[in-house]
């Protein structure tokens, strides 16, 4: 199985950037198509940004759309979330995840990791 390890979270000014890496170990991340999601406090977990294996195709959510930016390098066993423009409504814990096909729902990923946490000041 893939272990996922994120970084790069920490607290920043609205209308300030970030870049979440999700560093893959113990199988190569090709295999796998990555998501990136997150969790607020006392709301579901939802999906921003999904990539598939070879990086040719992403899916982003509305919510996000046209300020996040999902990639991968697989050289690097490592998936990025670029985050551009932030808001105080984007506080929350970022985790990545991996799926053995292409998915959009949390309950379709295989594997998750431990998550990092984005808080956005005014």
């Known amino acids: 199985q893939v272990q996922l390890v994120e970084s790069g979270g920490g607290l920043v000014q609205a209308g300030d950037s970030l870049r979440l890496s999700c560093a893959a170990s113990?199988?190569?991340?090709?295999?796998?198509?990555m998501g990136w999601f997150r969790q607020a406090p006392g709301k579901e977990r939802e999906v921003l940004a999904v990539?598939?294996?070879?990086?040719?195709?992403?899916y982003s959510a509305d919510s996000v759309k046209g300020r996040f930016t999902i990639s991968r390098d697989n050289a690097r066993n490592t998936v990025y979330l670029q985050m551009n423009s932030l808001k105080p409504e984007d506080a929350a814990v970022y985790f990545c995840?991996?799926?053995?096909?292409?998915?959009?729902?949390?309950?379709?990923?295989?594997?998750w990791g431990q998550g990092t946490q984005v808080t956005v000041s005014t």
């Open positions: 113990g199988r190569t991340l090709s295999n796998y198509v």
């Open positions: 990539i598939t294996r070879s990086g040719a195709s992403t």
């Open positions: 995840a991996a799926s053995t096909a292409f998915a959009i729902q949390p309950s379709e990923f295989d594997y």
